[in-house]
C-alpha cells in the first residue's frame, strides 16, 4: 500500500516562508519522480512542481518560480517544498503525488498524469 503523508502546512503572514515535507511508503521512492499540487475551494488542481527520481530535474508553474523550491532526500523517502516570499494568493490544500516513471511525466502539471496521492497539508497565507 502507498502512502504519502505532507506536513508542515500552517497560517502564515505574507512574506513569510514554510516548508512541506511530504513522507513516502510502501514505493520504491528512490526510483520515481515525486511533484507537489494545490487546490483551492471550487478550483481545479493545479500543478506546482516536479522533480526526477535523482533530484537533477525540476521543474515549475509561473507563479511560484523563485520563490518555491523543491528538493527530496531519496536516503529518508521524503519530499520538500520550501515556499518562501508567500502571498495571499499561495493560500490552498497542498498535496503531494508520485508517479511510477523516474522522470515527471509530460505534461506534468495535469493530475491524471500522478498514480498517488496523499490528503494534503493547508497553508494559509494573510495580509
Known amino acids: 500500500l502507498v502512502q504519502l503523508v505532507e506536513s508542515g502546512g500552517g497560517s502564515v503572514q505574507s512574506g513569510g516562508s514554510l516548508r512541506l515535507s511530504c513522507v513516502a511508503s510502501?514505493?520504491?521512492?528512490?526510483?520515481?519522480?515525486m511533484g507537489w499540487f494545490r487546490q483551492a475551494p471550487g478550483k481545479e488542481r493545479e500543478g506546482v512542481s516536479c522533480?526526477?527520481?535523482?533530484?537533477?530535474?525540476?521543474s515549475y508553474t509561473d507563479t511560484v518560480k523563485g520563490r518555491f523550491t523543491i528538493s527530496r532526500d531519496n536516503a529518508k523517502s521524503t519530499l520538500y517544498l520550501q515556499m518562501n516570499s508567500l502571498k495571499p494568493e499561495d493560500t490552498h490544500m497542498y498535496y503531494c503525488?508520485?508517479?511510477?516513471?523516474?522522470?515527471?511525466?509530460?505534461?506534468?502539471?495535469?493530475?491524471?498524469?500522478?498514480?498517488?496521492w496523499g490528503q494534503g497539508t493547508q497553508v494559509t497565507v494573510s495580509s
Open positions: 503525488a508520485a508517479t511510477t516513471r523516474r522522470y515527471c511525466p509530460g505534461p506534468w502539471s495535469h493530475g491524471s498524469e500522478w498514480d498517488y
Open positions: 510502501g514505493l520504491t521512492f528512490g526510483h520515481v519522480a
Open positions: 522533480i526526477s527520481w535523482g533530484g537533477g530535474d525540476t
